[in-house]
């Protein structure tokens, strides 16, 4: 199941359906980058757009991180797999019952299914809210490498992560265990609002599988050359 192919992936970040697809447009029929489709897409147009932008060709990540308990996620992972995505995600906070539901849902009748990746703590819940709101204890850095191992104890695929935090996830629960990571910049892109970022290069070297760039290609005055500039510092292609 875990095919292990280094890839960018775009963040799809786009209001509407027909944002979207005039921003796919600009690629030529022959080149079909993996896709990321998060809640605001998907919200908004329904598994529909997911079908179209299957049907053009792209390898999808449905990034809708579900938690549930472990019937509902089971039953939703089921008909997310119908739409013939490639990747989900959930949170790992809904603990290996649920992972394990989720698994079994994904799973097609011919055995396969989409890659399973887990969400570890969001980046966006400082130590502060860890300790205070949500009542852990543990240092953030161990809570996040903790949840990938149970995680990776439970089958799941692999955990998104800061790419500055894949090599410690790759040594904690193996090698074949995916990183997914977000928060990729050009050493000459704006940075924005992302805070602990590398350049595509770096994350090949710290073990990154799946870089996710959103605005450094949706926003480039050439958003063709943004991906494959990301590509071949990534891959080396
Ligand atoms: O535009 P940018 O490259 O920052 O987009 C990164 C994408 O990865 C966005 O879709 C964002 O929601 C997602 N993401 C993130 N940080 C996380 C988890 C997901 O930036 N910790």
């Given at each position: 199941m875990n095919m292990q192919k280094k890839d960018v992936m775009i963040a799809l970040d786009f209001p509407t359906k027909a944002d979207t697809l005039a921003f796919l447009d600009q690629f030529p029929a022959d080149e079909k980058p993996f896709v990321k489709i998060g809640m605001e897409l998907?919200?908004?147009?329904?598994?529909?757009?997911?079908?179209?932008?299957?049907?053009?060709?792209?390898?999808?990540?449905?990034?809708?991180?579900?938690?549930?308990?472990?019937?509902?996620?089971?039953?939703?992972?089921?008909?997310?797999?119908?739409?013939?995505v490639d990747m989900v995600n959930l949170h790992a906070a809904?603990?290996?019952?649920?992972?394990?539901?989720?698994?079994?849902?994904?799973?097609?009748?011919?055995g396969a299914r989409p890659l399973l990746i887990a969400v570890t703590q969001?980046?966006?819940?400082d130590s502060n809210a860890l300790k205070n709101e949500l009542l852990i204890d543990t240092p953030m850095a161990e809570t996040v490498l903790s949840y990938a191992q149970n995680a990776?104890?439970?089958?799941?695929d692999g955990v998104v992560c800061s790419p500055l935090e894949a090599a410690l996830v790759k040594?904690?629960?193996?090698?074949?265990?995916?990183t997914v990571t977000p928060g990729i910049r050009f050493a000459d892109s704006e940075v924005g609002d992302q805070k602990r970022i590398m350049t595509p290069a770096n994350a090949a070297v710290n073990g990154c599988d799946y870089l996710v760039m959103g605005r450094p290609i949706t926003k480039a005055a050439d958003p063709l050359a943004a991906y494959r500039?990301?590509?071949k510092d990534f891959l080396g292609k």
């Open positions: 998907f919200y908004a147009e329904g598994p529909d757009v997911v079908r179209e932008i299957k049907a053009r060709g792209h390898k999808i990540f449905l990034d809708l991180k579900l938690h549930d308990i472990p019937n509902t996620v089971g039953h939703a992972m089921s008909v997310l797999s119908q739409l013939d809904g603990a290996g019952e649920m992972m394990r539901a989720a698994l079994e849902g994904l799973t097609r009748p011919d969001l980046t966006s819940t990776a104890k439970n089958g799941l040594e904690r629960c193996g090698a074949g265990f995916l500039r990301a590509v």
